[in-house]
């Protein structure tokens, strides 16, 4: 009966006989291969061989993690550039605001040098706002009434005549520029002492002088100051510079144009001169002497 018996009936060795056989084997081969390097060739052939499935196991968790690594430093750069921005507008706004502090004070000891060489005492003041009229070149200023401003008074800055206070508030006052249409100053050319009228024109436009012979002596570059004799604005005091003559064959009189020499649009800050001290009376014919009587 067991000669006839099928191969697949066959039985090998019991389980506990195996067990030990491998284990006997297994023992052997790691004391072999850790005292005399048994495996290590065919240990070398097997990771060379199994590279491909490692790499091809490793290559998408790698994957992951390196473009989670790239979003991230991606997003901290982002970060940081704008932070960057964002402190390279601060520096620049920080930069303005200095050199308009710069050019303000500049402005303020230019205005201090001349409240020293005005002819009258003078009282620093801000402008506001532009006049709501358009059509008229006027500004509105910080003084008023209560800083004893009353209408007539002179505005200036270091470089010359701004204008006239027209209109006073209790807080603030309105001064007519230069270049208003409504607006003519009594002026000398420096050069010569020749007297006349400089008139304006607009505001944004040239200053003009009026009525002047074809050959009058006046030249580009000619300065032009206050003459004084209209008992309003102080002698000497800097208004325009001659930036253009014309004269036409056929006119009777040359066309003068000059621009003004107060930085009206550039600053701040003014001076506002005490008005004048009330002229002397004018005189009065004698009366004739009453005869005596006996």
């Known amino acids: 009966m067991q000669a006839n018996q099928p191969a697949f009936f066959k039985q090998g060795p ?21 005292n005399y390097q048994w495996l290590g060739l065919a240990r070398d052939k097997l990771s060379l061989a199994l590279y491909p499935l490692q790499w091809l196991a490793t290559t998408p968790i790698n994957a992951v993690i390196e473009g989670g690594d790239f979003l991230q430093q991606q997003a901290q750069l982002v970060s940081e550039n704008k932070a960057l921005n964002n402190d390279k507008l601060a520096a620049k706004g920080m930069a303005m605001r200095l050199q308009a502090l710069e050019i303000e004070n500049a402005n303020l000891r230019s205005l201090s040098i001349a409240s020293e060489n005005t002819p009258r005492r003078s009282q620093l003041t801000k402008i ?10 006027k500004l509105v200023l910080d003084k008023g009434q209560q800083n004893q401003i009353s209408a007539g008074q002179i505005v200036l800055d270091a470089s010359g005549v701004v204008g006239q206070i027209v209109r006073v508030q209790p807080l603030t006052s309105e001064v007519r520029l230069l270049s208003d249409r409504n607006h003519m100053v009594p002026v000398i050319v420096a050069r010569n002492q020749l007297r006349t009228v400089v008139y ?52 009777a009189f040359a066309r003068i144009y000059s621009e003004p020499l107060a930085k009206i649009d550039q600053h701040r800050y003014f001076l506002i001169l005490d008005a ?16 005596k009587t006996k």
């Not at 389980?15 to 291969?33: E, H, K, N, Q, Y």
């Not at 506001?128 to 070149?137: C, I, T, V």
């Not at 004048?276 to 005869?291: C, N």
């Open 128 to 137: 506001l706002y532009n006049s709501r009229d358009p059509f008229a070149a």
């Open 200 to 251: 304006g024109t607009g505001r944004h436009a040239p200053l003009e002088v009026r009525n002047m012979a074809q050959n009058v002596d006046v030249q580009v570059g000619d300065q032009l100051l206050t003459s004084g004799i209209d008992s309003i604005y102080p002698a000497g005091l800097p208004v325009a510079r001659v930036t253009r003559v014309e004269r036409t064959t056929g006119n």
């Open 276 to 291: 004048p001290a009330a002229p002397p009376p004018y005189p009065t014919e004698a009366s004739a002497p009453k005869a």
């Open 14 to 34: 019991k389980p506990l006989t195996r067990v030990l056989i491998f284990s006997a084997l297994s023992l052997a081969l790691i004391f072999g291969d850790a």
